[in-house]
């Protein structure tokens, strides 16, 4: 059974750095691009971050290049996420999200972590 | 902005037939995949590529496209199918999956 599980979520002020953490189980994490999707409260899904299964390509979403660093240890099966000057809008549930292929472009999100709440405030 | 766009919200009377569309011009050349999301939940994957549905969801789910629109098909709606349904594909540029649609809340009456 393929399970992904964040954790590292919080609260931050603005200006502050946080670091999520996904532990994957139940497939060759090796073998698979994974991703990271926000959810802002009340709002629609927003797609943040990849990193293809070898670590050798990543994306960022233009609301988080320059703050945000997706990183993976295929060695202890656990995906990250460097967060940095973070901002108020920054504050949602973070997913962590399995790819159905290698690289990070292609195929879809066959499974989805139960995500970790992060907010950022005063 | 979202590059896929979808309506807020569509009903559908028990036992019906709904369909939820997802217009974007990145659909003339890469499908879509739909993700259901129910209250409190995290999204889960009902349909991808052409017309294919993960283990364990229903067949009364069907995909399909035309042009610049993919749309998901309920055939017979239950009332554990109310929930948001977002669909994702690649930008225009097809350099990543980054693009979600804004969602649909799907009501059944």
């Known amino acids: 059974e393929v399970q992904l599980v964040e954790s590292g979520g919080g609260l931050v002020q603005p200006g502050g750095s946080l670091r999520l953490s996904c532990s994957a189980s139940g497939f060759t994490f090796s073998s698979y691009a994974m991703h990271w999707v926000r959810q802002a409260p009340g709002k629609g899904l927003e797609y943040v971050s990849a990193i293809s299964s070898n670590g050798g390509s990543t994306y960022y979403a233009d609301s988080v290049k320059g703050r945000f660093t997706i990183s993976r240890d295929n060695s202890k099966n656990t995906l990250y996420l460097q967060m940095s000057s973070l901002r108020a809008e920054d504050t949602a549930v973070y997913y962590c999200?399995?790819?159905?292929?290698?690289?990070?472009?292609?195929?879809?999100?066959?499974?989805w972590g139960q995500g970790t709440l992060v907010t950022v405030s005063s | 902005s979202s590059e896929l766009t979808q309506d807020p919200a569509v009903s559908v009377a028990l036992g019906q037939t709904v369909r939820i569309t997802c217009q974007g011009d990145s659909l003339r050349s890469y499908y879509a995949s739909w993700y259901q999301q129910k209250p409190g939940q995290a999204p889960v994957l009902v349909i991808y590529?052409?017309?294919n549905r993960p283990s364990g969801i229903p067949d009364r789910f069907s995909g399909s496209s035309s042009g610049n629109t993919a749309s998901l098909t309920i055939t017979g709606a239950q009332a554990e199918d109310e929930a948001d349904y977002y669909c994702?594909?690649?930008?225009?540029?097809?350099?990543?999956?980054?693009?979600f649609g804004g969602g649909t809340k799907l009501t059944v009456l």
């Open positions: 994702n594909s690649r930008d225009s540029s097809g350099n990543h999956l980054g693009v």
């Open positions: 590529g052409k017309n």
């Open positions: 999200v399995k790819g159905a292929v290698a690289a990070i472009v292609g195929g879809h999100f066959d499974y």
